[in-house]
DNA sequence: ATTATCTATAGATCTATAGATAATGC
DNA sequence: ATTATCTATAGATCTATAGATAATGC
């Protein structure tokens, strides 16, 4: 049986290196963007080679999808907590939703250069964008339905378009504020949305 | 008395050329990006080689400046019909304007690609992208300030966060639209953010 | 005469590979 | 013994410049 296991982890002080890597190409990805962050640079900011680094992760775009397989493992655990609920108070915990993505704005800039870096259909990344935003619009239009369905909002809403337009808020919000530094808030912004939101859609 | 207008529009022959080096640009600088988009690729889609090109526009960044000028301009005239009207009528007629970006998909992904590609404060893309952010919300800002002040909507509302949320759902629904190969309607979702918005805000 | 474009090339990256060496675990 | 990292370098771009040539306007 062969080791299945990924170079670079198999010992301590490897698995450490990893990790390093793993968090300068988030920051220099984030950034200066896929195309704009070379591995000379990201080698430099962990502190070895370029060579030494892709020992760790045989191809940049390699490096890409583990950064983004470990941001996606984060932002689920945040997302967890959404998930937990349902309707109505699903709806509800949108509302923090900015407000948890102002507490990472390292991941979060991630998120928008890379998104809109691989807009074009093919490439793996772009599957995964297409992808995570179906979800994503899923659950909140499931959340509407059953918001609906117990009465909490008007029966007639359209929940795909209330699915896209949440998400779209939150998205908006997102490069308003990392374009002003700051002062277009997410966290206030997404909370009057969703009230907002609540309020027109609630059951006459 | 020295000539001031710029290499390649003193002919027809040069001007043609200027332009279609324009049209590649932004269709190339578009789907691939700034970084992505190399001025050989541009050269060879305009018809011409890359030291060719180069007489045209001195730099890379020359012709980044140029077709964002370029795209500008027609945003303008498509803004112009807006900034007609003022206070409640202006409002409304954002609800088109998610129609009016789905009818130019190659000028709406550059200014995604572009937006995201220039977070980062220093320079002059950057500062175009914060200033044209910060206008076009204070124009809205605005109009909000006088259809509540004349009573068509409440005036307890807030100018600067309805605003930004509007135009989120601008942004937002732009990705969406592009990620979704049009499966999300940008023209759907504006319309139904902005009769929302209105209808949530009506005086009471 | 002037404007527009081309050929050729310099110089700076950048990704990736080969092969050697250092550090660690058993 | 194996894992992790380094040095050195190949080969592919990429932006930009210099200098020559072709096309246009007067």
Redesign the pocket.
């Given at each position: 049986m062969t080791?299945v296991?990924?170079?670079?982890?198999?010992?301590?002080?490897?698995?450490?290196?990893?990790a390093s890597?793993l968090e300068a190409a988030r920051r220099l990805f984030s950034s200066q963007g896929?195309?704009g962050?070379?591995?000379?640079?990201?080698?430099q900011e962990a502190?070895?080679?370029?060579?030494?680094?892709?020992?760790?992760?045989?191809?940049?775009?390699?490096?890409l999808l583990a950064v983004i397989a470990e941001g996606d493992r984060e932002q689920d655990e945040t997302l967890a907590q959404v998930r937990d609920a349902r309707g109505l108070p699903l709806l509800l915990r949108m509302a923090e939703f900015g407000a948890d993505l102002e507490a990472d704005p390292v991941l979060t800039a991630l998120d928008v250069t890379l998104s809109a870096e691989h807009l074009q259909t093919g490439s793996e990344i772009n599957a995964y964008f297409v992808r995570r935003y179906d979800n994503f619009r899923a659950m909140l239009a499931e959340a509407l339905r059953e918001a609906a369905q117990a009465g909490d909002l008007r029966a007639d809403l359209d929940p795909e378009v209330e699915a896209a337009n949440m998400t779209a808020v939150l998205d908006g919000l997102r490069l308003q504020w990392l374009l002003s530094g700051g002062g277009v808030s997410m966290a206030q912004g997404m909370r009057a949305y969703v009230h907002g939101a609540i309020e027109r859609l609630s059951a006459p």
């Open positions: 080791d296991s990924p170079p670079g982890t198999r010992q301590p002080r490897g698995r450490a290196r990893r890597v896929f195309k962050a070379s591995l000379v640079a990201i080698a502190g070895l080679t370029d060579a030494g680094l892709l020992y760790h992760f045989p191809t940049k775009n390699d490096l």
